[in-house]
């Protein structure tokens, strides 16, 4: 499986962006950019996923560099129920739809 | 979104007890289910891979007659731990899945395995 590499650990204050990076230069042209987050003591959350082009939902922000070697999670105005583990995964389309889950980044929220 | 639920959520038992986990995919049929263990303050890991009406997948080291594992339809897959023990004792979590790689997979909210 193509690995990712994030920070281990972030921390941010309440109400403001917060950037998470994950850097995967091993990236193929059919993987797919995943990002789950896991609460204490709670099964991982479905964040956001992208292939090639920037992506927006009601949760956060995908912003997938043009050459697919990086990419970045944005939360565009934490909150403290956003403090979490979160986790880049690659996942191929058309092969292993298995989920490697690596130490993600753990991300606090400082009232 | 989708819902995935588990059951039950924490199992406190004696050495030597088996153990059924249940995971249900309440409004969507899944193609694929997964099986994860988690243990404190690391990530998780995959178990196995569960497909509707076909032997699991497991990963290398994960003992396929300790945990049993039974897809029998689209919507329910179980996990049993078989004569467990105290180094069994741990987080599992399930997820369900349907089409390719590009679709995300949805989590349960985990069952808390204590073995005494």
């Known amino acids: 499986d193509a690995k990712t590499t994030q920070p281990n650990s972030m921390e941010s204050n309440e109400e403001e962006p917060v950037h998470l990076p994950c850097n995967h230069s091993?990236?193929?042209?059919?993987?797919?950019i995943h990002w789950y987050r896991q609460l204490p003591s709670q099964g991982p959350e479905y964040v956001i996923h992208g292939l090639t082009s920037n992506v927006n939902n009601r949760m956060a922000s995908l912003a997938i560099a043009e050459d697919r070697k990086s990419s970045t999670l944005i939360l565009h105005r934490a909150t403290l129920r956003d403090a979490a583990v979160y986790y880049c995964?690659?996942?191929?389309?058309?092969?292993?739809?298995?989920?490697?889950f690596g130490t993600g980044t753990r991300l606090t929220i400082i009232p | 979104g989708a819902v995935v639920s588990q059951h039950p959520s924490r199992v406190i038992c004696k050495s030597g007890t088996s153990v059924k986990i249940e995971c249900r995919s309440l409004d969507f049929q899944a193609t694929t289910m997964f099986w994860y263990r988690q243990f404190p303050k690391q990530s998780l890991m995959l178990m196995a891979t569960s497909n509707e009406g076909s032997k699991a997948t497991y990963e290398q080291g994960v003992e396929k007659d300790k945990f049993l594992i039974n897809h029998a339809s689209l919507t329910l897959s179980t996990l049993t731990v078989t004569s467990a023990h105290p180094e069994d004792s741990s987080f599992y979590i399930c997820s369900a899945y349907r089409g390719t790689g590009g679709q995300p997979q949805h989590f349960g909210d985990g069952t808390r395995l204590s073995i005494l």
């Open positions: 091993t990236i193929s042209g059919t993987d797919y």
């Open positions: 995964i690659l996942r191929d389309n058309f092969g292993n739809e298995k989920l490697t």
